[in-house]
């Protein structure tokens, strides 16, 4: 019944205020849906900026939805619906959040992808790359280009021109922002290794594809673990070989940077040697890596349980396997029950194998993160979904995440600078050498870099000397669990990617030409289904070449020249 | 009887046992190695060290359930849909299956009737009109959303339908020279004799809304409104950890508890393994009759 | 007077159908108008009927995907297997536990038996993942046998096997619920009469038991039929993986993929249309098969 009213309420103040304004639906119309006449006044198309922080007159109602954690214990008389942030909101900006819909991580995609297809959506949500571009072809997303310019606070400002411009050409069709998105810090995989066996069995840490391929032998053969060592870990069922260019989040236990050593990107559109974009599934690198890993497979090397377990970490947590590839962040994923299992498990990170000939860690990169803020074109006050990531940026650090989970805070993105970690830890590293201390940094650097002060002040409680050193035994982790999660991937994960001499590959693109919506996904399929063939010794490497062909003929060499054009655009 | 003495048939006998044996024990074994999983300790859980016997037994996940307000109130939710949505499915299943009951003779137009929902058994729009519908209608979050949503399984219909037709006929006729009419006749003959038939089709109607799951996770839009399979389904789903941001798997990390899964499956099996041998008296009569017409 | 009472009769017939299909007007017909999508190039911010109508094309591009076919022969195999299946291991199955005397053994094998029934496939899946697994139980019998760690889950080859075999099992105490109930249906005075003939246990099951329940035989396999294209979606669903999806990929889980996943609604519902239309056919097939043949009416 409430709800019934609140549409109703919607649906009225969407004809007081967007009449006449709306003329068609179109969201090429370069103007934008303009709900707001009082720009045009000003003669000076240019938006004046508003004040983003500027509080509503009268409740105005904003609906959303949230992905959340159904085991989430909240304080007396809270719920997702009236928390602290909510409250925060409402005191603030004045405005009342309702939620459309709510839906745990697992059933997000179902309920979201429900939603686009259904065109039963929110004010405003947070959604991936794909359902971002399924939203825009369907004409439902508001044109944002000109709330961003009047309402984005400078931190926001400051934090998506970090990225050298690529957060706003990732969310832009035509020049206009149809979505609001961060910069990331890259989603990076590294090399994982036992430290413990390395140094257990005299070894040096690999550099090349080779000596890694000799550590994962010497572990198999010498049995290292005791309880049948597993050399390299592989992807779970379902599971990624490796990132692309759509699902490009941190790709944990697929075999990215096994690849990039190769000079391989699989899933990446890179640039050929000619200086056109290709993709990189179908290159010579990629037939040798995959030749390579196959290779390996037969050797007993690799997971013979890859691509069917259903939980990839599973032989890492139970202290068999010794080499995997994942991102930084390890320390929050499988570390933490790995090390409850066996407290001298030593996992370090290296930004290795490296390339021959160039002697660099190579690995595929993103400049944006994953998740799109996106708003309904038939949304009243698009300024709110802004609105709120100002109020978010500005306050985060004043909320105690312990009443409240800050990812329930609505349509938020993880907003960061794009050099956040590699700034952080070089702050730790100083502040652990002594040469600086929480003291010497500003303010401002506390506003931008958000958990810097927390990490700057927590750092010791964890880290045991010698300081220099990160083995496991280095550290206190039972002293505080949490900023262990933290303070150990950033300085371990991180440490690596920092120290290394490293050079990123980005994708040429990042969306969907109009050929990939038709047949992208059966591509997928099929490549995803051959390279696990090959690797698990169902396919001679030649199936390959076949593939190739079968590719190219199925759509590849379109969508191919779509990307050419789309590079040639954007030149 | 002679036979049975005989070599060859103790032979037999034994040969039986133990195939008979092996099955009971192939069916057993996946619900032990449940009990086994959810009396065990987290981590050796997740390092897969559990079999046959739990390891680092503790009662931790039971308790937790016993805290768990989702839990509970999904259970409440799920009672509630299945006490109300067979009180509907029964009435629906029972009124459709007599007139079809009837031969073309009795009654012309039973042909057209049974094509119809033979018809509307196999199509369907798809689920993104029918969710539009739904939506249309007021379903979303509601209780009558989950029950009227479950609909009326046309198996059971035929299997009422045939219980009525193997009704000696003449019965019903001296009810008809007596003046009773159909509502007479349903109600207070054919009904009161029926008891095997209403019984079966109860007891897969409760079976049906209790492990109903999917409808529950399209038509809630909050899992304040899950039905229990459902509120177990979505954290018992293996998800795809493998390629996400930081900030996304921060989310889900609390979900992988797998002791504490395994102890709310075994919770949420109790009550179909528990309502069976009541039913069970009416059951054999029930599903022979009805899907077995002479 | 006579017609009098019959329009009476009729007109309370119609009252009693009035709820049911009701019901099936709002809840089933009513959504049915999305089977327009099929023949339209579906966008969502249009809605159904404002989205460009394209004839056949969804189904040209079926035809033309190797995909589909694959997986309509994935899911006619998966299919056939475990109607077959079904059909001849309960009767198995209920065979020898009708030869059982011993009344408490019997009632407890088939109390226990058909407890998997009531397992969903979700839960299963977990189970049958690490039993199945290569460090799993079934892996350390056969290597008691010497024989190398199989990848069950992994293989194109085991895994439809996989999933027809664990259907039957999780099925098979259930369905033998209609068999024995046959069985115990049988006049006993056939089987006394047989022994002072002198037949055997073998002999009176080949000639009184089975010929006794070749009315459920006949009926379940005829309404099996309208199964063929049903090769079970909880189950597949819950236990594939991109690796096996070359044999292992179904119809319902094709089409759950591409609408919900892909967005490719437009496509999907195409393929979901055309399993109703044999389905339908297959059963109507069946109706006149079993009313030609055995005289017999199945609804």
Redesign the interface.
Same mark, same amino acid.
């Given at each position: 019944m409430k709800r019934k009213v609140i549409s109703l309420a919607l649906a009225l103040s969407i004809v007081l205020t967007g009449c006449g304004a709306q003329k068609a639906p179109d969201n090429q119309d370069s103007s934008g849906p303009q709900a707001d006449a009082a720009v045009q006044e000003g003669g000076a198309a240019e938006a004046q900026r508003e004040d983003p922080f500027g509080r509503y007159e009268e409740p105005v109602t904003f609906t959303v939805a949230l992905s959340v954690d159904p085991n989430e214990v909240f304080p007396e008389g809270d719920s997702y619906t009236d928390n602290q942030y909510t409250r925060h909101i409402k005191e603030e900006l004045n405005v009342d959040i309702e939620y459309l819909f709510t839906a745990s991580s697992s059933d997000w995609d179902t309920k979201v992808n429900l939603a686009i297809t259904s065109n039963q959506i929110p004010d405003a949500m947070v959604v991936s790359s794909t359902q971002f571009n399924q939203m825009y072809k369907a004409g439902q997303l508001a044109d944002l280009t000109d709330f961003y310019e009047k309402y984005a606070s400078d931190a926001m400002r400051a934090m998506i021109d970090s990225s050298d411009g690529l957060a706003i050409e990732n969310v832009s069709y035509g020049g206009r922002m149809y979505a609001i998105t961060s910069p990331s810090d890259g989603d990076y995989e590294l090399t994982w290794i036992r430290k413990d066996w390395l140094d257990k069995l005299g070894l040096d840490v690999p550099q090349t594809v080779d000596e890694l391929e000799d550590v994962a032998k010497a572990f198999v053969e010498n049995d290292v673990s005791g309880k049948g060592t597993i050399g390299i870990v592989g992807p779970q069922s379902g599971g990624l070989l490796n990132a692309t260019f759509l699902s490009n989040g941190t790709n944990n236990y697929g075999f990215d940077s096994f690849f990039s050593g190769f000079g391989a990107y699989p899933g990446w559109w890179i640039l050929g040697d000619d200086g056109v974009p290709v993709y990189g599934s179908i290159t010579q690198q990629t037939r040798n890596a995959l030749e390579k890993l196959a290779e390996w497979y037969a050797q007993g090397l690799i997971d013979p349980e890859m691509g069917i377990r259903q939980d990839a970490s599973e032989p890492i947590i139970s202290g068999r396997a010794g080499i995997f590839s994942g991102g930084w962040w390890m320390g929050y994923a499988c570390l933490p029950d790995v090390i409850a299992n066996d407290p001298q498990a030593n996992f370090q990170a290296y930004a290795i194998p490296i390339v021959d000939g160039t002697g660099e860690y190579e690995p595929h990169a993103t400049g944006a993160s994953t998740s799109y803020l996106v708003v309904s074109k038939d949304c009243a006050h698009p300024e709110i979904a802004i609105k709120l990531n100002n109020l978010l940026i500005r306050d985060e650090s004043s909320f105690d995440t312990s009443k409240g989970n800050i990812g329930n805070f609505p349509c938020r993105i993880p907003f960061g600078m794009h050099d956040e970690s590699i700034f952080t830890v070089n702050a730790l590293r100083e502040v652990l050498a002594g040469t600086k201390t929480s003291d010497d940094f500003t303010e401002e650097q506390f506003s931008l870099y958000k958990l810097l002060k927390n990490d700057l002040a927590t750092i010791k409680t964890v880290k045991l000397e010698p300081y220099d050193s990160t083995d496991i035994d280095t550290w206190d982790v039972q002293a505080d669990p949490s900023s262990w999660a933290r303070n150990y991937s950033l300085m371990v994960g991180w440490g690596a990617l920092i120290d290394g001499a490293r050079s990123d590959v980005y994708s040429v693109i990042y969306s969907q030409t109009p050929t990939m919506e038709q047949r992208w996904a059966n591509l997928e399929k099929m490549e995803n289904e051959t390279f696990m063939k090959i690797i698990m010794n169902q396919e001679p490497i030649e199936a390959f070449d076949t593939f190739v062909e079968d590719w190219k003929a199925q759509g590849g060499d379109t969508i191919t020249q779509e990307v050419i054009e789309y590079y040639e655009s954007k030149k | 009887? @002679?036979?049975?003495k005989s070599f060859s048939?103790r032979v037999?006998?034994a040969v %039986?046992?133990v !195939?008979?044996t092996a099955?009971?024990l192939?069916?057993?074994l996946?619900?032990w /190695?449940?009990l086994c999983i959810s009396l065990s300790g987290k981590?050796a859980v997740?390092?897969?060290?559990v079999?046959l016997w739990p390891v680092d037994v503790t009662l931790s996940s039971y308790e937790a359930i016993i805290k768990d307000a989702?839990f509970i109130r999904s259970a409440g939710i799920s009672f509630c849909r299945v006490v109300l949505g067979t009180a509907f499915s029964l009435?629906?299943?029972v009124?459709?299956a007599?007139? +079809?009951s009837?031969s073309k003779r009795?009654?012309?137009?039973r042909d057209a009737? &049974?094509w @119809?929902? @033979?018809?509307?058994f196999?199509? %369907?729009?798809? +689920?993104?009109?029918? /969710?539009?519908?739904m939506?249309n /209608?007021g379903m979303i979050n509601t209780m009558q959303g989950l029950v009227?949503?479950g609909?009326?399984p046309v198996f059971n219909? !035929?299997l009422v339908?045939n219980f009525f037709r193997n009704i000696p006929k003449s019965l019903e006729e001296a009810a008809i020279m007596d003046g009773a009419?159909?509502?007479m006749i +349903?109600l207070r003959l054919i009904l009161p004799i029926s008891k095997p038939v209403v019984a079966t089709v109860s007891l897969f109607t409760i079976?049906n809304y209790w %492990?109903e799951?999917f409808q529950g996770?399209?038509l809630a839009?909050? #899992?304040r409104m899950y039905p229990l399979?459902t509120? @177990?389904?979505? &954290?018992?789903?293996?998800?795809? &950890?493998? %390629?996400?941001?930081? #900030?996304?798997?921060?989310?889900?990390?609390?979900?992988?508890n797998q002791g504490l899964n395994a102890a709310k499956?075994f919770v949420a +099996?109790l009550p179909?393994?528990a309502i /069976?041998?009541f039913l069970?008296k009416y059951? !054999?009569?029930g !599903?022979?009759l009805g899907?077995?017409? #002479? | 007077m006579r017609s009098m009472h019959k329009r009476k009769r009729y007109s309370a017939y119609f009252c009693m159908l009035l709820s049911g299909f009701l019901w099936l007007v709002f809840f089933n017909i009513v959504p049915m108008f999305g089977i327009y999508m099929a023949f339209t190039n579906f966008n969502p911010g249009l809605g159904i009927f404002r989205s460009p109508f394209v004839g056949l094309e969804n189904f040209e591009y079926m035809f033309v995907l190797g995909d589909v076919k694959q997986v309509f022969f994935n899911t006619l195999y998966i299919a056939v297997s475990k109607v077959l299946w079904n059909l001849i291991i309960p009767l198995l199955f209920a065979l020898l536990l009708n030869e059982v005397s011993h009344g408490f053994f019997k009632r407890l094998v088939q109390t226990i038996c058909y407890m998997p029934h009531f397992l969903s496939w979700v839960i299963l899946a977990g189970i049958l993942a690490s039993i199945f697994s290569y460090d799993g139980p079934i892996n350390a019998i056969r290597g008691l046998f010497g024989l190398e760690p199989f990848l069950f889950f992994g293989s194109t080859k085991a895994f439809p096997q996989l999933i027809i075999w664990s259907d039957v099992w999780k099925e098979f105490g259930y369905n033998a619920v209609i068999y024995l109930a046959a069985v115990t249906g049988i006049d006993q005075g056939l089987y006394e009469a047989a022994a002072i003939d002198g037949a055997g246990r073998w002999k009176q099951t080949w000639h009184i038991t089975l010929p006794g329940i070749r009315t459920t035989i006949v009926l379940l396999s005829v309404l099996a039929l309208g199964n063929v294209l049903n090769a079970g979606f909880d189950q597949v669903f819950n236990l594939y993986n991109p690796s096996v999806y070359s044999t292992g990929d179904i119809l319902d889980t094709w089409v759950y993929r591409a609408g919900l996943r892909n967005f490719q609604y437009s496509l999907a519902t195409a393929v979901g249309l055309l399993k109703s239309v044999v389905s339908f056919a297959l059963i109507t097939v069946s109706y006149w098969l079993a009313k030609k043949f055995a005289n017999y009416t199945i609804f």
């Open positions: - | 009887m @002679i036979q049975g048939r037999f006998r %039986n046992g !195939i008979l099955l009971v192939s069916c057993l996946p619900l /190695y449940t981590s997740a390092g897969g060290m079999s989702g009435t629906v299943i009124l459709m007599y007139p +079809l009837k009795e009654f012309p137009w009737f &049974m @119809i929902l @033979i018809f509307c196999l199509f %369907n729009g798809g +689920l993104v009109p029918w /969710y539009i519908t939506k /209608y009227l949503a609909g009326v219909v !035929i339908m009419g159909p509502w +349903l079976v %492990n799951f996770l399209v839009t909050t #899992e399979q509120y @177990i389904q979505q &954290m018992v789903v293996t998800l795809n &950890m493998t %390629n996400m941001t930081l #900030e996304q798997y921060q989310k889900v990390s609390k979900l992988s499956i +099996l179909v393994l /069976y041998p069970q059951f !054999i009569t !599903i022979t899907a077995v017409k #002479e | -």
